[in-house]
C-alpha cells in the first residue's frame, strides 16, 4: 500500500489549520497529534519531577523510561540506557565534547568536514583549541556537494582520535557514505561522532550496523517537539566524566541529563515515535519480508516506517529537482543527477539569479511558501561555495507530509518572480 500523504496530513494539525507550504522542514517539521496529545496528558495527569514517593512522580518517571525505550527502538540501539535527551543536537554535542575533551591531549587529531552543520564543527574546534590538538578539514566537492572521500582516507592515516561527521548535509542534502567512513575511522582507532539531525526524518538508522560511538538528532526535525535525542556506546558513557551536580546519578542516562530536563517534551518524543510505528504498520508490508530478518517488533515498524518515507520523499526530491531545473536563471548547489537520489535528501539549496535569498524567501513568503536563506549554521558550507558574503543560499526541504502539487505550486510562484 503507497504512502497518502493527504491521509498523512490529517495527523498534522497544523496542516488543517494553515493553508501555508511548508517547505522550511531541514530547519523544524510540524508537530504530530500522537506527540501533541501525550505532552497535553502528560502536562494535565502527571506533571512531576524524578523520584517522588508519590504517584504523579512514578507515573511521570514510567513514562520517561518509556520514551528512552522508544527512541532506542528508533536508532536502534542496544539498550535505552544509550539514550540521553537534552535541549538539542547543538547543546548535547557541546556538552558531551566538555567530557570527551578530557580524553585528549596536546597534539592529537580531530577530524571535522566542511559540510557539516556548525554544530558538529565549533564544539570540536574550541576543545582542540583548549587541549592543543590538531585540526584535519575534510573538504567536498563543489559542483556536487559530496564528501572528499580520498581527503577523508589521509586523514584518517594520520590516526586522529575523533572524526565528526553528518549523515546528511543540512544545506545540500548530501547524504554520506558512513557505512564506508565509519569502519575506516574505527580501523584508524578513531571514535566517531554522527550528526544524524538533517538524515532523521528521511531514512532508517542503524547505531549498531553503522558501528558509529555517538550519533545524536533533534525530535523536532522528524515531527516531535523541540528535544534533542543522542546515542552513545553505553561503555563509552560509563567510562566518560559527566559535568554535572553531584546529587544527579552516576549512570547513564541520567549522569548525562542535567537539572530538570523537558519531561513533556520527551514524552512527546515518545508519540512521534508512536506516530511513525502506526504509519509502518499501515504502509510497511513490501518492506516486512526483508526487514523481518533483522528487526521485530517496534523496531521493525520504525523501520518499515522510514523505508516508506524514504521511498515516497524519492518523488519529491525529483520535483524538486525537475522544478528547479526548469526554472531558468537558477542555480542549484549539490547533487542534480536524478539517477543519484539514493544519495540525497529531499532538501535542496539554490540561488536566483539578480536576487538575494532573502528577498526570495519573502516573495514566496506572500504566496504563502515558506522556505529559508542564508547559512542555516552550515558555515563551512556557504564559505566554501563562495556565497557567505553574499546572503547564502535558499533551501526548500520536504518531507512525507508534502505533496507534488504543492511543489508545483512552489515552481508557479517561484516562475512569477522572473516575469
Given at each position: 500500500m503507497a504512502l497518502d500523504p493527504l491521509l498523512v496530513r490529517l495527523q498534522f494539525p497544523a496542516l488543517q489549520k494553515s493553508t501555508a507550504i511548508f517547505l522550511d522542514n531541514p530547519a523544524g517539521t510540524q508537530i504530530c497529534e500522537?506527540?501533541?496529545?501525550?505532552?497535553?496528558?502528560?502536562?494535565?495527569?502527571?506533571?512531576?519531577?524524578?523520584?517522588?514517593?508519590?504517584?504523579?512522580?512514578?507515573?511521570?518517571?514510567?513514562?520517561?523510561?518509556?520514551?528512552?525505550?522508544?527512541?532506542?527502538?528508533?536508532?536502534?540501539?542496544?539498550?535505552p540506557e544509550e539514550m540521553i535527551f537534552g535541549a538539542n543536537m547543538t547543546t548535547l554535542t557541546f556538552h558531551l565534547s566538555r567530557s570527551l575533551a578530557r580524553w585528549l591531549q596536546?597534539?592529537?587529531?580531530?577530524?571535522?568536514?566542511?559540510?557539516?552543520?556548525?554544530?558538529?564543527?565549533?564544539?570540536?574546534?574550541l576543545i582542540a583549541e583548549e587541549r592543543g590538538c590538531i585540526v584535519d578539514w575534510v573538504d567536498f566537492c563543489p559542483e556536487e556537494g559530496t564528501l572528499r572521500l580520498d581527503e577523508m582516507r589521509r586523514a584518517l592515516e594520520r590516526q586522529p582520535r575523533l572524526v565528526a561527521v553528518g549523515y546528511a548535509s543540512n544545506a545540500l542534502g548530501t547524504i554520506n557514505p558512513l557505512p564506508e567512513i565509519v569502519p575506516m575511522a574505527k580501523q584508524a582507532g578513531a571514535l566517531v561522532y554522527v550528526?544524524?539531525?538533517?538524515?532523521?526524518?528521511?531514512?532508517?538508522?542503524?547505531?549498531?550496523?553503522?558501528?558509529?560511538?555517538?550519533?545524536?538528532?533533534s525530535a523536532y526535525k522528524w515531527f516531535g517537539p523541540h528535544v534533542g535525542v543522542l546515542y552513545g556506546r553505553y561503555e563509552l558513557l560509563e567510562a566518560l566524566?559527566?559535568?554535572?551536580?553531584?546529587?544527579a546519578p552516576s549512570r547513564p542516562p541520567g549522569k548525562f541529563e542535567t537539572g530538570t530536563l523537558n519531561h513533556e517534551g520527551i514524552v512527546g518524543v515518545l508519540g512521534a515515535i508512536e506516530y511513525l510505528e502506526a504509519l509502518g504498520e499501515t504502509y510497511g508490508a513490501e518492506f516486512e519480508a526483508e526487514l523481518a530478518q533483522t528487526y521485530q517488533g517496534r523496531r521493525l515498524r520504525l523501520k518499515k516506517a522510514m523505508s516508506v518515507i524514504r521511498q515516497y520523499e524519492a518523488g519529491l526530491t525529483l520535483a524538486l529537482l525537475e522544478t528547479l531545473e526548469g526554472t531558468p536563471g537558477i542555480t542549484i548547489y549539490g547533487l542534480r543527477d536524478p539517477k543519484r537520489l539514493s544519495e540525497r535528501v529531499p532538501t535542496v539549496a539554490f540561488r536566483l539569479k539578480g536576487w538575494h535569498p532573502r528577498h526570495v524567501a519573502e516573495e514566496l513568503d506572500k504566496a504563502g511558501i515558506y522556505v529559508w536563506d542564508g547559512n542555516y549554521y552550515a558555515l563551512a558550507v556557504t564559505t566554501r561555495?563562495?556565497?557567505?558574503?553574499?546572503?547564502?543560499?535558499?533551501?526548500?526541504?520536504?518531507?512525507?507530509?508534502?505533496t507534488v502539487e504543492e511543489i508545483e505550486r512552489f515552481g508557479e510562484a517561484l516562475r512569477r518572480l522572473i516575469h
Open positions: 500522537p506527540a501533541l496529545k501525550r505532552m497535553v496528558d502528560y502536562l494535565t495527569t502527571c506533571n512531576a519531577n524524578h523520584e517522588g514517593a508519590f504517584a504523579t512522580s512514578r507515573q511521570s518517571d514510567a513514562l520517561l523510561w518509556e520514551a528512552h525505550a522508544a527512541v532506542a527502538d528508533f536508532y536502534n540501539a542496544a539498550r596536546a597534539g592529537d587529531r580531530i577530524v571535522v568536514t566542511r559540510l557539516d552543520h556548525d554544530a558538529n564543527i565549533s564544539p570540536w574546534l550528526d544524524a539531525v538533517q538524515y532523521a526524518p528521511h531514512g532508517p538508522i542503524d547505531v549498531q550496523a553503522l558501528g558509529c560511538d555517538f550519533l545524536v538528532s566524566v559527566a559535568y554535572k551536580v553531584r546529587p561555495l563562495g556565497v557567505e558574503e553574499d546572503g547564502g543560499m535558499v533551501r526548500v526541504g520536504a518531507v512525507h507530509y508534502n
